[in-house]
């Protein structure tokens, strides 16, 4: 049984309004999907105590030979040196966690599957972040320039854009 997916029309997400998501801790969630610096990102409409799990990052699992050959592809993540989860599908609603230099909350792999955990209490309206990895940000975030909010607030401070 699979939790932590949610099937809606795309357009709710661009509403605005928050949504209801069943988690595994046989709770549920409320959160919303809003635009941000870097696209849309995942924000909670109530508080999330700290070392609390929040959602699976769910999609096919495929080899990382795949990846290599997919090449275009950004929601995957890697489970270990031979498999990978393909976070591609909307039904994926973890895919709209952006990175963080400073994140406040983190992705814990258990065998097969991705679970968001949090670092540290959550606000409720605050968006749900974690630190994507050295070798994803070397790759994709660094040459355009970060733009979470402890790199946007370092630049803005040294008078950089």
Excluded at 54 to 79: M, Q
Aim: glycine share 8%; aromatic share 12%; hydrophobic share 30%.
């Amino acid at each position: 049984m699979v939790y932590g997916v949610l099937q809606l029309p795309w357009s709710y997400l661009f509403l605005r309004r928050a949504v209801t998501i069943r988690i595994m801790n046989k709770g549920k969630l409320r959160y919303s999907i809003k635009r941000t610096a870097h696209g849309l990102g995942f924000f909670t409409e109530e508080a999330i105590p700290s070392r609390k799990r929040i959602i699976e990052y769910t999609g096919p699992i495929i080899s990382n030979e795949e990846v290599d050959r997919r090449k275009a592809g950004k929601y995957f993540f890697g489970l270990n040196t031979k498999w990978s989860i393909d976070g591609t599908p909307r039904s994926n609603i973890a895919r709209y966690i952006n990175h963080s230099c400073r994140p406040n909350a983190e992705a814990i792999i258990s065998r097969r599957r991705v679970w968001i955990w949090s670092k540290r209490a959550i606000k409720a309206g605050e968006e749900i972040t974690y630190d994507y990895g050295k070798e994803y940000f070397n790759e994709h975030i660094k040459p355009r320039g970060c733009k979470c909010k402890k790199c946007s607030e370092n630049n803005h401070k040294s008078g950089r854009r």
